[in-house]
């Protein structure tokens, strides 16, 4: 998957809403919409757990 820095994504079946901030180091970080901060942290293996919203 293509992450796009700024568009809202959520892991399947959850339904918290995540903003995508970019990726650092082997990290892509997102944000919970509302809330500023780093909410969580992802690996390259682990996106295909999300989808765009």
Not at 9 to 32: A, C, D, I, T
Request: aromatic share 12%; hydrophobic share 40%.
């Amino acid at each position: 998957m293509k992450m796009i820095v700024g568009s809202k994504y959520n892991w399947k079946n959850q339904p918290e809403r995540l903003v995508y901030m970019g990726k650092l180091g082997s990290w892509h970080q997102f944000e919970l919409v509302g809330k500023a901060g780093i909410w969580c942290e992802v690996l390259d293996d682990d996106l295909h757990m999300l989808e765009e919203t």
